[in-house]
């Protein structure tokens, strides 16, 4: 059974810096690329990093670029993403997903590619 479970959230303020990680269960987790998305309040989820089954490669949502960086370890079946330069409009649950198709980079950005999520971890941006 694929079991995804995140930690690291919690209430920081604008400008400040969280680590999420999400540690990864019931799969074989380096055959699989992994991504961050979240659901702020009262709005729809929506993808916010992601990164191949190796680690060589990530993508940002625009929004984020420049301020998160998504990096994993295969050895501890771990993803992590680090928040940096936060704003409150990136209040959100975050969670971890796994993409449906082992090897694949594809359509990453495409939350109908994955078929795995973990009950989240809320960050909370606010002075």
């Known amino acids: 059974e694929v079991q995804l479970v995140e930690s690291g959230g919690g209430l920081v303020q604008p400008d400040g810096s969280l680590r999420l990680s999400c540690a990864a269960s019931?799969?074989?987790?380096?055959?699989?690329?992994m991504s961050w998305v979240r659901q702020p309040p009262g709005n729809e989820l929506e993808w916010v990093s992601g990164?191949?089954?190796?680690?060589?490669?990530?993508y940002y949502a625009d929004s984020v670029k420049g301020r998160f960086t998504i990096s994993r370890d295969n050895a501890k079946n771990t993803l992590y993403l680090q928040l940096s330069s936060l704003k409150t409009e990136d209040t959100a649950m975050y969670y971890c997903?796994?993409?449906?198709?082992?090897?694949?980079?594809?359509?990453?950005?495409?939350?109908?590619?994955?078929?795995?999520w973990g009950q989240g971890t809320q960050v909370t941006v606010s002075s």
């Open positions: 997903a796994k993409k449906t198709a082992p090897y694949s980079i594809a359509s990453m950005t495409d939350l109908k590619a994955y078929d795995s």
């Open positions: 990164i191949s089954l190796g680690g060589r490669s990530t």
């Open positions: 019931g799969f074989t987790f380096s055959t699989y690329s």
